[in-house]
């Protein structure tokens, strides 16, 4: 029997959810029920997820869809603004949206990609969640922060923006959670190992190259394949859903294939 879980009446935030592990958690939020917000920077994409969305809720809620660039405060502003003037309150909030912004200490462009990376993939979380906790604090609601095996993984070659954007986002959920407790906020983080999405299209391979490279990563791990967006948003769910995990707050919960404790190596 599959878990079943039920958010009616809640209000879900996913940011980058326009595309893969986002785009599945939204749909898994529109399915259980849930009044979901869909965004990202390309409008076609976030209209076919929200469609999407509203084809898989059970009462065809419409989601609502926010077209917008996290790195600019006034674009989140908005989506905040826009979330609540819809729906009248925020329960869940997905810091999700990131990239594989990459570039080695030496490459000329370092300290744009570096400042890329972190805007990008930490900046834009640590924002959001100060423009969303008043919000939170109403509803007693939840913070799912989207990390990465890459903050705790160091070696490859050119990964540091990356690995530093996202080992930040660690703290930052310990943090929080210590103190947003007062006002009954739950903050966790999820560190995904490789996921099939378009996280790699960032790289510029040819399409069958990138299939190559996740299908040899899956060999290496434990369970013996990559992740699906799925693995994901059910790990998502489980930690927004009140009911299961009450108890949980603060934690870093790895979602990997068994990629660190295999020591899997990319190379
Ligand atoms: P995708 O590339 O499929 O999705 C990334 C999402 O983030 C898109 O919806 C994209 O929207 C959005 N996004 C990126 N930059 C911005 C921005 N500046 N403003 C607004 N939205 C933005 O990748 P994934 O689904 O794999 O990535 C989701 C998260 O999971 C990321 O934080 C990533 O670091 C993390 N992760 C992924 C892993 C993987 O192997 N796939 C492994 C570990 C962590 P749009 O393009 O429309 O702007």
Do not use: W
Not at 144 to 156: H, M, P, Q, R, Y
Request: charged share 15%.
């Amino acid at each position: 029997m599959s878990l079943k879980y039920d958010f009616t009446g809640k209000v879900a935030l996913i940011t980058g959810s326009s595309s893969g592990i986002g785009a599945a958690t939204a749909q898994l939020f529109a399915k259980s029920g849930a009044n979901v917000v869909v965004t990202g920077r390309n409008a076609d994409a976030v209209a076919k997820v929200a469609k999407q969305c509203s084809v898989v809720s059970p009462k065809q809620l419409p989601a609502l869809e926010v077209v917008g660039d996290l790195t600019n405060d006034e674009d989140c502003n908005r989506l905040i603004e826009t979330t609540v003037q819809t729906f009248g309150k925020i329960d869940i909030l997905v810091n999700n949206a990131g990239a594989g912004i990459m570039a080695p200490i030496d490459a000329t462009d370092y300290m744009e990609k570096f400042s890329l990376a972190l805007k990008t993939n930490l900046n834009s979380v640590v924002y959001m969640t100060h423009k969303c906790v008043p919000y939170l604090a109403k509803t007693r609601g939840n913070i799912i922060n989207i990390s990465s095996i890459a903050s705790k993984k160091s070696g490859s070659t050119g990964s540091s923006p990356y690995c530093m954007s996202k080992a930040g986002i660690n703290m930052f959920t310990k943090c929080m959670a210590a103190e947003l407790g007062p006002k009954r906020i739950r903050v966790n983080a999820i560190l995904p190992g490789a996921v099939d999405t378009n996280f790699m299209t960032i790289f510029d391979l040819p399409k069958d190259l990138i299939g190559q490279i996740y299908s040899n990563i899956g060999q290496k791990y434990p369970v013996g394949r990559v992740g699906q967006s799925q693995d994901i948003a059910y790990t998502v769910a489980y930690l927004a859903s009140d009911s299961e995990a009450g108890f949980i707050t603060g934690s870093i919960v790895v979602a990997d294939g068994g990629d660190i404790v295999a020591n899997v190596s990319y190379e």
